[in-house]
């Protein structure tokens, strides 16, 4: 007969991870850093913890989630998941305002592989996805390229004309990104000025 597995040495690390954060945080407040600017993939691991998602690693996605019609012609594909939540979520209904949409138009839903992906949709009634953030975008180009790379050049998911672009939670972060996106959205949308 085994004994039993103690999870004793895993709890000890996890407070003395705490422990240390608990210390830094308090140096930076003594310091007069009231503020801490965090990745977006830091953001993104601290709303997934407790998922038991959240530990997959680069750029595997998570607990898929969605919102909105099944048979909207417009699907955005939201790298954060906080679809219409914060700055960032309130910047992206005025971005679909911007092109006459509202969020119960469209279908916005989280990163996942191109197989689950068309189960969830309705190709055929779909006329244009955006992919918003590096881990969408990768996922309807295929790449591991950096966003930067991809960003603004249109290609086709699912036989579907895909914008790769910035999150608007990183427009939130970099106000100078706000034009290349909005240049992206008037080009698959056909809108000028």
Known sequence: MTAPLSHAPLQNQILGVMADISQFLSDQ????????????????????????????????????????PADASVVLIDSLGNFYE???GELLVKMLGAINLSPDQVYICTPVPEYIFRKKIHPDQVKMIFAFGEEAAQMVTGTSAP?????????????????????????????SLKRPVWEAMKQMTGRTG
Not at 154 to 173: S, W
């Open 86 to 88: 914060g700055q960032g």
């Open 29 to 68: 407040k003594h310091l007069g850093n009231h503020g801490l600017s965090l990745s977006l993939e830091s953001l993104h691991m601290i709303r997934s913890w407790g998922n038991p998602a959240w530990r997959n690693s680069g750029r595997k996605p998570g607990r898929f989630r969605c919102h909105g």
């Open 147 to 175: 966003l930067a790379h991809i960003q603004g050049k249109p290609v086709r998911f699912c036989n579907i004309p895909t914008m790769p672009t910035y999150h608007p939670e990183e427009l939130i972060k970099d106000v």
